[in-house]
């Protein structure tokens, strides 16, 4: 996995990348395998267990490629918000 990135600016998260693309095939990946592995698990079937247990791997996997960009893009858009409800502020103060 030493081919993920793992820190990122809000800028290079913006855009397309192979993280993306990843947990694009992976996101369809784990919510099947958990819906089959759950079904099959709730009947006490061996695989269900197994399908279940490789959907909660994939989830977790999914989760760690894709955060790194989540949190760069999230810190961003709080820091313009900041600033936007500041300047809302001002301007019902009328001290603009």
Known sequence: MSGIKRHWT?????HWTK????TF???PLVYVLLMIGTALS?????????????????FFLMIWIID???KAIS???ETK???????????????A
Do not use: N
């Not at 993280?19 to 990843?22: F, G, I, K, P, Q």
């Not at 918000?81 to 001290?95: M, S």
């Open 10 to 14: 809000a800028a290079e998260a913006d």
């Open 68 to 70: 790194p960009k989540l």
């Open 19 to 22: 993280e993306d693309y990843l």
């Open 42 to 58: 709730l009947l006490l079937l061996w695989y269900g267990f197994v399908l279940l247990g490789a959907g909660v791997v994939l």
């Open 81 to 95: 918000q900041k600033h936007y409800l500041e300047e809302i502020e001002k301007i019902e103060r009328w001290e």
């Open 75 to 77: 810190t961003d858009y």
């Open 25 to 27: 095939i992976i996101s």
